[in-house]
C-alpha cells in the first residue's frame, strides 16, 4: 500500500506535534504491523517532526490538488 519516501497528506490534526490536517510529510519507514513513520519539514527541509501514525492517519496527494502553505505553530481555527 504505502511506500518508503512517498509523499502523503495528514488527515487528522495532532496539535503536540504542531501539525493540522492536511500537512504534507514524507514516509520514512513503514511497519509490517501496519504503522508508518513520516517526517514533516518546513520549506527549507528542517525537520518538525517525525511521527508514528496509522495509515488511516494520511492519505496519497491527489493529481489535481494544490499545495498550500502555513506558518508553522499557527493551526487553522
Known amino acids: 500500500m ?3 519516501h512517498e509523499i502523503i497528506a495528514l488527515t487528522k490534526d495532532i496539535p503536540e ?3 493540522c490536517a492536511g500537512d504534507i510529510g514524507a514516509i520514512v519507514a ?3 504491523s501496519g504503522g508508518l513513520e ?3 519539514t518546513t520549506a527549507e527541509g528542517d525537520t518538525i517532526s517525525v511521527v508514528t501514525l ?5 492519505r ?9 502553505v502555513r506558518e508553522l505553530g499557527k493551526l487553522p481555527v
Do not use: C, G, Q, W
Request: proline share 4%.
Open 2 to 4: 504505502y511506500k518508503e
Open 17 to 19: 506535534h504542531r501539525l
Open 30 to 32: 513503514v511497519y509490517e
Open 38 to 40: 513520516v517526517e514533516f
Open 54 to 58: 496509522k495509515t488511516e492517519d494520511v
Open 60 to 68: 496519497p496527494l491527489a493529481k489535481r490538488e494544490i499545495l498550500h
